[in-house]
């Protein structure tokens, strides 16, 4: 789409009389409102279901487990060639003991 130029505007701009310049004003000023409440209408279910879809838990990877290290609800680690997940913070608590930790994903057996 080709814009014209300041120049080119202004030299159209010149061609139109006050009297039309002043419907077409009225024209988008009464245009505004009616985009405005299609805009708004259009968006807010967008911004509902953004809401929505952030609200809800990640999957959180956080590499090999380290005993010094803390992990929030919703942590998968690796340890012993499986994956583990835990449901509630947790610290120092092996993926196996203490029950914090579920498995997720059983470590494969060698063929």
Avoid: C
């Amino acid at each position: 789409m080709n814009l014209p130029s300041p120049e080119e505007r202004r030299a159209i701009e010149a061609k139109v009389s006050p009297q039309r310049r002043a419907e077409i004003e009225g024209f988008v000023k009464s245009l505004a409102p009616v985009i405005g409440d299609f805009v708004l209408a259009a968006i807010t279910p967008l911004k509902e279901r953004i809401k929505e879809l952030e609200s809800r838990p990640t999957l959180r990877y956080l590499g090999i487990w380290d005993a010094a290290r803390t992990y929030p609800a919703g942590t998968f680690v690796t340890h012993g060639g499986s994956i583990w997940h835990t449901g509630t913070e947790t610290t120092g608590v092996r993926p196996g003991e203490g029950g914090f930790w579920k498995l997720a994903v059983k470590r494969g057996g060698s063929k």
